[in-house]
């Protein structure tokens, strides 16, 4: 059976990454999610996608540069899809508290080494903290952070997010002992699936939004799908 991811919460019916996003995903039944971390410039992690504030605040700076404290009061509701209240950037422990997914995809962007470090600690420190360090897989498409994961955070389940074939996903998803395989649809064929598979990865593809698509990456026996539309992937993966 594939399970379902909501993106960011659930992207594309409300606004990705903050508190009411993953609320809505949980209010389909969805009790998985993606999501993705940056600290802030007093090493908070913060859920948020881009290393800038302009697309989703129209802010202007990097997240990096502003404290969680103001962080957390900036409405983060731009660009997505049209919302009546306020939807503040949260904090990665806000939605540990009031969220009960049973297993969250944790994207790191890229860092330095140094930031790397922090990051992969800090959210290690913070699962084991609300108790959920078997419930989160640390992912990335940084080599940098998934090396800092794999020395400083053995113990945490890593993954990595590949958007490139020539890369050969699976050899480097081996190199740094992942489990998962956050792949980009495109590059899921039935060969490199069941490749995969093999190697003994969970194999999660995204972003899928189309029906017509979950149906064919669910029959080719994708483990997960990551979707902008939780409710909608619900809807059309049980009247398959």
């Known amino acids: 059976m594939t399970q379902i991811y909501g993106h960011r919460g659930a992207k594309g019916e409300a606004p990705e990454n903050t508190l009411t996003s993953f609320q809505q995903c949980l209010s389909h039944g969805v009790r998985r999610c993606e999501l993705d971390l940056h600290l802030s410039a007093d090493n908070e992690l913060m859920v948020i996608h881009d290393p800038t504030l302009k697309r989703t605040t129209g802010r202007r700076g990097k997240v990096v540069e502003h404290n969680a404290s103001d962080l957390v009061t900036y409405d983060a509701r731009k660009g997505g899809p ?34 790397a470090a922090t990051t992969v600690l800090a959210i290690r420190e913070m699962a084991q903290r609300f108790g959920l360090l078997d419930k989160i897989t640390i992912t990335s498409s940084s080599r940098e ?8 955070t053995p113990d945490v389940s890593r993954g990595l997010v590949a958007e490139y074939a ?49 149906r064919r990456l669910a029959d080719f026996g994708v483990d997960s799908l990551i979707t902008d539309f939780p409710g909608l992937a619900t809807a ?3 009247s398959c």
């Open 82 to 115: 049209g919302w009546v209240h306020p939807c503040p950037i949260p904090r990665l422990d806000e939605l540990f508290e009031k969220c009960d997914f049973e297993h969250w995809q944790l994207e790191v962007k890229s860092a330095s080494r140094m930031r």
């Open 145 to 152: 952070v998934l090396a800092a994961a794999l020395e400083l």
């Open 166 to 214: 020539w890369l050969d996903p699976l050899k480097v998803a081996q190199n740094y002992g992942c489990e998962m395989l956050a792949l980009n649809w495109t590059l899921c064929s039935p060969e490199r699936l069941a490749k995969a598979q093999r190697q003994g990865l969970h194999v999660s593809v995204w972003t899928v939004n189309e029906p017509a698509l979950m």
């Open 236 to 238: 059309t993966l049980e």
